[in-house]
């Protein structure tokens, strides 16, 4: 369970790391690359060239993800996967993701490449995967997954629009990547390395840390219809204010968060879409995204019956309607228990401590165990920074994951 001897390798992958951080650059050490954007295009095509220098046989599938294989053991063989996604939130972090990916790329071309040093042969194949639209800034998240492991249709996600109306297929179609290609056979394990988006590893003041278990979801889009008055002479108690009924939501979530036990709830409404959103006009719309995320599942469960509960009060206060549009629930769960032993052991192996630490965020790893045992390796994030331009790990974090 040695670690293969990867000289070479890694200065190859800061390089790597290093150019493709100024893809989509904000100027203040963050990225901008949304999913479909011009600057997602550029890093998507630096990303296939890579693959291709590096000797991997390049496919883009019909929902956009990219893989890229090594067919060391013949086609019949099975497939170990690696990798995560290249997309970013508006002006976030350039570790997210990325690193991943670039890490993967590198080090299945160091095991290759060893194994030919070594005259053995492998029995399996290997792939790196970029896959569309983890990030959910412009789709919904995880989108490239769901639709690789079947929990989405490709229409239904081909169909899915941004806030200007623009579909997914439009989008990809716009940068080049709207693939034909037919999918790799799902792999018989998935490993994905990820900056860790959160403080867990530095509070601990660990290096190395496996994912264990993930926390569940709710993520529910509350939508209030009013109705538009003038905001000037309309008295206060005849308004139908959209607006009024969701702040109250927003207010009440953040209550609810703010009371539950530390380290046991977090909520969250970070997108608010107001119609018509002008100055003078009582709005007639309101979107709230609400999220209930937690480890307990009957903890997510009695915050959604919460919520539900202020949405109605809300809405009745404020003299409007409401209504869900979106009703999105991933339970919490546990990465499987082998993969994760033989990962605490490998690092052993090498000197090296890892911990076991939980994911409070989305990835496509979550997807990936419903087909196939699955491992997710952390490194440390300073200060816990994720989606921000300060976002940041250590070379010899980076180097050691």
């Not at 108690?237 to 009924?245: K, T």
């Not at 109605?312 to 206060?317: L, V, Y």
């Not at 979550?366 to 440390?380: G, H, N, S």
Request: aromatic share 6%.
């Amino acid at each position: 369970m040695r670690k293969v001897d990867a000289v070479g390798y890694a200065e190859t992958f800061l390089d790597r790391f290093a150019h493709f951080s100024r893809i989509g650059s904000t100027g203040d050490g963050g990225v901008d690359r949304v999913e479909g954007s011009q600057a997602n295009g550029e890093a998507r095509r630096q990303l296939v060239r890579w693959m291709k220098e590096l000797g991997f046989n390049v496919s883009v599938d019909e929902i956009g993800n990219i893989f890229g294989l090594l067919n060391l053991a013949g086609e019949s063989a099975p497939l170990v996967l690696t990798g995560s996604h290249i997309d970013s939130q508006p002006r976030g972090g350039c570790f997210d993701g990325a690193y991943g990916v670039i890490a993967g790329l590198d080090a299945a071309a160091a095991v290759r490449d060893r194994l030919a040093k070594q005259s053995k042969a492998s029995s399996a194949n290997l792939g790196v995967v970029a896959w569309m639209g983890e990030e959910g800034a412009r789709f919904r998240p995880l989108m490239g997954s769901r639709v690789y492991t079947g929990a989405r249709t490709l229409q239904s996600a081909l169909d899915g629009k941004d806030m200007q109306g623009i579909s997914a297929r439009e989008a990809l179609a716009g940068i080049g990547f709207l693939g034909t290609d037919t999918a790799p056979k799902l792999p018989v394990a998935y490993v994905e390395l990820h900056v860790e988006c959160g403080s867990q590893l530095e509070v601990r003041k660990k290096s190395l840390g496996v994912f264990t278990r993930w926390w569940g979801a709710h993520k529910v889009d509350l939508t209030f219809e009013g109705k538009t008055a003038h905001t000037g002479p309309t008295p206060m108690r005849a308004r139908q204010d959209a607006l009024y009924a969701a702040a109250q939501v927003i207010v009440a979530m953040r209550a609810l968060g703010d009371s539950a036990e530390i380290g046991s709830l977090h909520t969250s409404v970070a997108k608010l879409e107001v119609v018509p959103n002008s100055p003078n006009v009582v709005p007639c719309g309101a979107t709230a995204c609400v999220e209930l995320r937690s480890l307990d599942p009957e903890v997510i469960k009695r915050s959604y019956d919460h919520l539900l509960a202020c949405a109605s009060f809300a809405a009745t206060t404020a003299r409007v309607k409401y209504a869900i549009a979106r009703d999105d629930l991933r339970e919490p769960g546990k990465f499987h228990e082998g993969l994760s032993q033989l990962a605490f052991e490998v690092a052993k192996c090498n000197g090296e401590e890892a911990v076991a630490v939980d994911t409070l965020g989305g990835h496509d790893a979550i997807m990936m165990t419903a087909v196939c045992p699955t491992v997710m390796l952390t490194v440390p994030s300073r200060a816990g920074l994720c989606h921000h331009p300060d976002e940041w790990t250590s070379q010899e974090d980076l180097e050691r994951g």
